[in-house]
């Protein structure tokens, strides 16, 4: 028997990718697998249209055998492939993060989330998906017992056509029943004012704009993940988050992208631009603070507003990232030529779409109106997402209403980027400010357990 042979190895790459910038790679002998092994992508060797190819063109396992021992060495080639390579797709389009990651969880107590947490149906030829909202009900949010805090949660469904070849578009919004998440942990006596939802890596969460808390809604539980200190990082005061996205594999996070005011209409000192930060947060939970003060003005120049206090302001409370178009988008909530009033700001709801390259060098603006009618300036947009299978091109939108003394309102509709308006503004019903809204099939019994099973 020869003393060292060489082995032949078979090579395989996951089918589900797990990392933006990792990639696993299964060596198996026949059937049995040997080794996985994680090899590291760098994503700033990604170019135009961030693709890389990543090919194993030669394994070899050298096996040294002697009698009471054996010493494996693995020498792997790699061949970093660039432009056109079928083995591996575009990185940002190869994460599905609706995938859950916990639907084989045995330490999870109660039901288990279904392999996808959302999908699209059929319906007598029309497509149907589900979402859920959340809300932050500021100053109302003690329950009856008086022990917790609550955000009500209203779910829907939307039925919809979208073929612009025939012609053939139609969305259809129907509201469901409103549920509601309670818990304890505040700051300040105030807690659970949920701002945002996003499904990141196949878990849902929400953040509350309040504590800084970033929640993972496990069914109807929710479970703080991380926290967000204020501006750079090093604050003890709590980040007010009001939006996230997804980029490149990381859940970017921000606030109201407008300064804080002292009561002389000047930036606070210290603290005044802490809500021109933006949180990225990888999949493993590690925070980096950025610093965005500068694509936050550059959005206010392009609708006419200066880096000066005094000339008016945006407020940010939704934003979304486009792989298919490539593009930031945002729908200010508030839009004013004015200094910072509470007496009027609540008459400065935004009726504009927003939308910038990677870089904020080009920014555009899109209108948004009803049938030519003058928008109803008293509503702000609160949240939106893009509806799948619609090329990034249609939208769904939450708008709210928050007016002295009197109830909350909250609104749903639909438009595309151009403006134009498929659902008009559609009351939901309840006194609730809703700021969140995502694609889930709620209808699964995971987000209809009211508590989690002991063991």
Request: charged share 25%; glycine share 8%; with cysteine.
């Amino acid at each position: 028997m020869s003393i060292l042979e060489f082995v032949p190895m078979s090579f395989n790459i996951e089918n589900s990718i797990r990392y933006d910038d990792q990639i696993a790679v299964k060596f198996t002998f026949g059937n049995r697998l040997f080794l996985t092994m994680d090899f590291e992508v760098n994503p700033w060797k990604y170019h135009a249209n961030w693709l890389i190819g990543l090919c194993c063109d030669l394994c070899e396992l050298m096996v040294l055998r002697t009698t009471g021992w054996a010493l494996v060495i693995l020498i792997p080639v790699i061949q970093m492939e660039v432009q056109g390579s079928k083995r591996w797709p575009k990185t940002s389009g190869s994460i599905d993060h609706y995938l859950s990651q916990d639907h084989r969880n045995r330490k999870l107590r109660g039901v288990n989330p279904p392999k996808r947490l959302s999908t699209i149906k059929t319906e007598r030829g029309r497509k149907v998906i589900s979402f859920m909202t959340i809300a932050d009900m500021d100053s109302h949010l003690l329950d009856n017992s008086g022990k917790y805090w609550r955000s009500p949660s209203a779910r829907g469904t939307i039925k919809y056509n979208y073929d612009k070849a025939s012609n053939n578009i139609h969305f259809e919004v129907k509201m469901f029943e409103t549920i509601e998440y309670k818990g304890q942990m505040g700051y300040g006596n105030r807690g659970m004012e949920l701002s945002e939802l996003k499904v990141f890596y196949g878990r849902l969460y929400a953040v509350c704009d309040r504590t800084g808390i970033l929640f993972w809604l496990h069914g109807r539980v929710q479970i703080p993940w991380t926290i967000y200190a204020d501006g750079n990082g090093i604050f003890e005061k709590p980040f007010k988050t009001e939006w996230m996205l997804i980029k490149d594999g990381k859940l970017y996070t921000g606030g109201y992208g407008k300064e804080w005011t002292d009561d002389d209409g000047e930036v606070a000192k210290n603290t005044g631009k802490n809500p021109q930060y933006v949180k990225i947060i990888d999949r493993n939970g590690r925070v980096k603070h950025v610093n965005w003060r500068r694509k936050y003005l550059a959005l206010r120049r392009r609708v006419g507003i200066s880096s000066d206090v005094q000339s008016g302001y945006l407020v940010h409370e939704s934003a979304q990232w486009s792989r298919i178009h490539k593009k930031f988008f945002f729908l200010p909530r508030k839009v004013s030529h004015e200094p910072y009033d509470d007496k009027i700001d609540e008459k400065k709801g935004g009726h504009i779409l927003l939308s910038a390259n990677p870089s904020f060098t080009r920014i555009d603006k899109v209108n948004i109106y009803s049938d030519g009618k003058p928008p109803n300036k008293s509503r702000g947009f609160s949240s939106f997402q893009f509806i799948p299978e619609t090329n990034d091109e249609v939208i769904v939108a939450l708008k709210t209403v928050e007016r002295d003394g009197r109830p909350l309102e909250s609104y749903i509709t639909i438009f595309n980027i151009h403006g134009k308006v498929y659902v008009r503004d559609t009351k939901i019903g309840g006194d609730h400010k809703f700021e969140g809204i995502e694609f889930i099939d709620w209808q699964h019994g995971y987000w209809n357990q009211k508590s989690q099973k002991k063991h």
